[in-house]
């Protein structure tokens, strides 16, 4: 399984942005998709998943904010944020795992990141 995230940038506090994860290689699965981020000297934090099934989940902190999609023609996980905040500012990385965790330590399989900066 390979991941390829894209989309990462440097926006305004307030502004949106949609940063994507291209799945490849075994795409069968089925898998729970995550998306995750790590500030310079923070831990890597959970930001949302979607299961197989579509059901999402959402950290409180993003909650509202953020929406995560994918399609499944494109093998393509998304996440939409909204309102962004200089707290945001992130390298985003998207994972899939067999089953859906909000412990990064779960999951097998990593993109590369994409930076998000919000200033």
């Known amino acids: 399984v390979q991941l390829v995230e894209s989309g990462g940038g440097l926006v305004q506090p307030g502004e949106s942005l949609t940063i994507s994860c291209h799945l490849s290689?075994?795409?069968?699965?089925?898998?729970?998709m995550g998306w995750f981020r790590q500030a310079p000297g923070k831990e890597r934090e959970w930001v949302s998943t979607i299961d197989s099934d579509g059901s999402t989940t959402y950290a409180d902190s993003v909650k509202g904010r953020f929406t995560i999609s994918k399609d499944n023609g494109k093998n393509t996980l998304y996440l939409q944020m909204d309102s962004l905040t200089p707290e945001d500012s992130a390298m985003y990385y998207c994972?899939?795992?067999?089953?859906?965790?909000?412990?990064?330590?779960?999951?097998?399989?990593w993109g590369q990141g994409t930076q998000v900066t919000v200033s």
């Open positions: 290689g075994d795409t069968a699965g089925p898998y729970c």
């Open positions: 994972a899939a795992e067999l089953g859906c965790y909000t412990a990064w330590s779960e999951y097998n399989y």
